[in-house]
Every structure is written in structure tokens, then in C-alpha cells.
């Protein structure tokens, strides 16, 4: 392996002629082939690589994690189909500030050009704002391009949402953010201060964000050293404990589905082992909780809803204690996990039923269990005929929920495992109940 600092000298100081400006914007790619981690939107197949090679742009939600590109794509989208460029924050940005935005672009829409107006946090304006966007993007005085952390369908209008296209950026992956830092090095002229296994650690510990990446670089660079951190200097230069694993750089993501698999297999001495590892190794506790959690509603679900309790307490027990006391509450809801009865149902209920709303998502409720606020929606059926569960024998009507035109479905299916058993008996009864009840009318 070749001289990590290329024969220079580690102790020379930074360059103080070096550019100004933060290392993430002066590393701003120019072109959409320079973006890294998106390919799968930016390439000739992709979503935008199509658009742009048409010429033609349509309105875009953009959501995915911090870091991973949304304002540079919005900026080189405008440049690739020759639009104006105009961006605001939801989060500094009022009534008045987009009616100034609008205006300008009717002004330079009658002088032949047309805008992309790009809103970051767009989830941040309340509803009657994004109500606010319809009739601009719909009469073509503005191409909006809004950027997101949130879901979108439930932070955004439907009337928004059904004018844009949602395109989903993942966050960027250990050979994204490695380029990220090759680029640095290269602008920089000279290589971070770090061991190859520190070097990999710093990106493990960037979790997918390419910003916070680059300033990590950045600080490094601002620094002198006498010689390149390892791991654990690395973490204690940062003030952040930095995950170590192997150099095959794919290490940290090993270790998490080993622990999330050795839980869901019901092997807890298997899932404290890889536990261990990644807590002795630097990784950080609340990213450890939060794959905790995530097994508890993923694999576990209502077979014991009291897992996800357990978790949600040892994170709390953690942020009350810190390190090294806390990580006994992660260790025991680990254990909590292995040893806990399993189930998908919940999972895959949601699945199942995300899909059919989609196909769905337009059929109006039954009249009987819809919300009679007015005189008109009383005459017009709203709530007729709706049975009060509480005043039914047993607390149950019987009645039916389901669209007209949308036969009952079947989403979550039981296990006899765990409480689901119970469960599974109690939807048995109702399933009886209402058939029986439905053939007397």
C-alpha cells in the first residue's frame, strides 16, 4: 500500500492560501455525473437522467436522508434544461417571501424564461402553504423542486404530491462517501491525517451523510498532526466515538445484520457476541438502539408489544447514565429481544396494506361511518345507520368498514406465538360474530 502521506511531511501546516469557503461547497460537483450515491436517479435509466436527456422537467419531490445530494441535483437540474434557479428554506421563509418568488417568476416567465424554484424542508410549510404552490406549478410559472427528510405522504398536501413526481435518494453508501473523501484529498492536495483503518472508520461514522463527512475532513485538514491518527485518536480528536471495524469496509454493515439476524433467530448468546463487538469496537449506542428498535417492531411486533418498551427504556436509561453503565440497559434489551417470541405479522400486515392503498387510495368510506358535522351531510346520509360498538351485545356491531366498492381484505394474519396467540382467538371470535351478524340483515 502506498505512503498514506505520499512522501510529505504530516506536521506541515495547512496551506493559508488555500480557497475560501467550506470544503462541501467548494466540492459542489458541476454536473449530475459527478454526484455520487445516485445513480440509480441521476443515470441514463434513472428518473432525472431521463428528464434531463428530454429536455423537459416536471415538478419533483425530492426525500432522503441529510447529506445525500438534494440541493446540488436541484442546482444542476436548472442548469441542464436551462431553467432559472431559485432556492428558499420552509424554515426561514414566509407568506410574503413567497409571494415575492412567484411574482418574480411570472416577470421572467413574460420575458421567456421560466423558473425552477427549489424549496428545502418543504415539509416545514403547513398545508395552506403548500396549497399556496397548486396554481403556480399549474399554470407553468414555476417547476418545483422540493427537498425532504420527512415521508412525504404524510408531511405533504395530496394535491401537491399528486403534481410531482417523488424520487427517493439513499443515503450514500461506504464507496460514496470513500470518493467523497478521494475528491477532498485531491482539492486539498495533500492526504487526511489518518491510519487507513482510521480513514474507514471516519466514513463508517458518517452514517450516509456526505455534509457531515466533508466537515469532519475539513477539521482534519485545518489541524497539524506529527503523525496520521489511528481509530481511537481519531475518536478522541472529533470528540465522537468512531466505529472501528474491518478494513473490507463492509464490516459495519456485517455486524448490524448479524446482531439484527442472531435476535431474530432467537440466539441471544449469538446476538450479545456481535452486540459486544460493535459497542467495544466504537460504534455509537444510540445507532446500536436504534437497530434495537427496529427489530422489536419489525420481528417481534405484537407477539410481545412489551419489546419495544424495553428498547425505547434502555435508551432512555442510556442518555440518563451514559458510558459504560447505560450499555448494561442495551445489553438487557438485547437479551429481551433474543429471547422474546417472534413475528412478522405486523410487517408484513403493513406491507400488505400500504400496497392496496396505493391501488385504493381514491374509494371514499362507507356513508354509515363517516362524520355528519352539518345539516347537508346529515341529509345526504352521512353516519346513517351507524352502530355505537358500546351499546352492542359484547361491545361488538358487526358492522362493516370497508369502501363500497372494496371487498374486506385481509392484512394481518396472527401467529400463535406469544400474546399473538391471543390475539389470533380474539379476531376468531370477531370474524365469527360479524358473519353471523351480517346474515341476519
Not at 198 to 214: C, E, I, K, T, Y
Not at 255 to 271: E, F, M, V
Request: some cysteine; glycine content about 8%; hydrophobic content about 40%.
Amino acid at each position: 500500500m502506498p505512503d498514506l502521506f505520499g512522501g510529505l511531511d504530516p506536521a506541515t501546516p495547512p496551506d493559508d492560501t488555500a480557497p475560501a469557503g467550506p470544503l462541501a461547497d467548494r466540492l459542489r460537483p458541476q454536473q449530475l455525473a459527478d454526484v455520487v450515491g445516485q445513480g440509480h436517479l441521476t443515470g441514463p435509466d434513472g428518473a432525472i437522467g431521463r428528464m434531463v436527456a428530454a429536455g423537459k422537467l416536471s415538478s419533483i419531490i425530492l426525500w432522503g436522508p441529510p447529506g445525500t445530494g438534494k440541493t446540488t441535483i436541484a442546482r444542476l437540474l436548472a442548469d441542464a434544461v436551462g431553467l432559472r434557479f431559485v432556492a428558499i428554506s420552509a424554515v426561514f421563509s414566509g407568506v410574503a417571501d413567497l409571494k415575492k418568488v412567484f411574482a418574480e417568476a411570472k416577470e421572467h416567465a413574460r420575458l421567456g424564461r421560466r423558473t425552477l424554484l427549489f424549496v428545502d424542508e418543504i415539509h416545514r410549510f403547513n398545508r395552506s402553504q403548500q396549497d399556496g404552490f397548486l396554481p403556480f406549478v399549474e399554470d407553468g410559472t414555476v417547476t418545483l423542486i422540493g427537498a425532504t427528510t420527512e415521508n412525504p405522504s404524510f408531511e405533504l398536501n395530496a394535491a401537491l404530491l399528486s403534481r410531482a413526481q417523488v424520487l427517493i435518494l439513499r443515503r450514500l453508501d461506504h464507496p460514496a462517501l470513500t470518493l467523497l473523501l478521494d475528491r477532498a484529498e485531491q482539492l486539498e492536495g495533500r492526504p487526511l491525517p489518518l491510519t487507513p483503518e482510521a480513514r474507514d472508520a471516519l466514513v463508517a461514522s458518517a452514517d450516509g451523510d456526505g455534509r457531515f463527512l466533508l466537515n469532519q475532513a475539513e477539521t482534519l485538514f485545518s489541524v497539524s498532526f506529527e503523525a496520521p491518527l489511528d481509530s481511537a485518536q481519531l475518536g478522541d480528536f472529533l470528540q465522537r466515538r468512531v466505529a472501528v471495524y474491518d478494513k473490507d469496509r463492509e464490516g459495519h454493515y456485517n455486524l448490524n445484520s448479524a446482531l439484527h439476524k442472531s435476535i431474530r433467530g432467537s440466539d441471544p448468546q449469538a446476538a450479545l457476541y456481535y452486540l459486544a463487538r460493535m459497542l467495544t469496537a466504537g460504534e455509537e449506542p444510540l445507532y446500536v438502539l436504534r437497530r434495537l428498535v427496529r427489530t422489536a417492531v419489525e420481528d417481534i411486533g405484537l407477539a410481545d408489544p412489551n419489546a419495544l418498551s424495553v428498547c425505547l427504556a434502555a435508551k432512555e436509561t442510556y442518555e440518563f447514565l451514559g458510558s459504560p453503565e447505560g450499555e448494561l440497559a442495551i445489553v438487557q434489551a438485547c437479551l429481551y429481544l433474543a429471547t422474546a417470541p417472534k413475528s412478522n405479522a405486523g410487517y408484513m400486515a403493513m406491507k400488505s396494506a400500504f400496497r392496496v392503498a396505493k391501488e385504493t387510495g381514491s374509494l371514499m368510506p362507507p356513508q354509515n361511518i363517516l362524520n355528519a358535522p352539518t345539516k347537508l351531510m346529515k341529509q345526504i346520509g352521512y353516519g346513517k345507520g351507524y352502530s355505537y360498538d358500546h351499546d352492542a351485545e359484547g361491545g361488538f356491531s358487526g358492522d362493516n368498514y370497508w369502501p363500497d366498492e372494496l371487498p374486506p381484505q385481509t392484512f394481518y394474519t396472527p401467529t400463535e406465538r406469544g400474546l399473538e396467540k391471543r390475539i389470533a382467538e380474539r379476531m376468531a371470535w370477531w370474524d365469527a360474530r360479524r358473519r353471523e351478524l351480517q346474515g341476519e340483515h
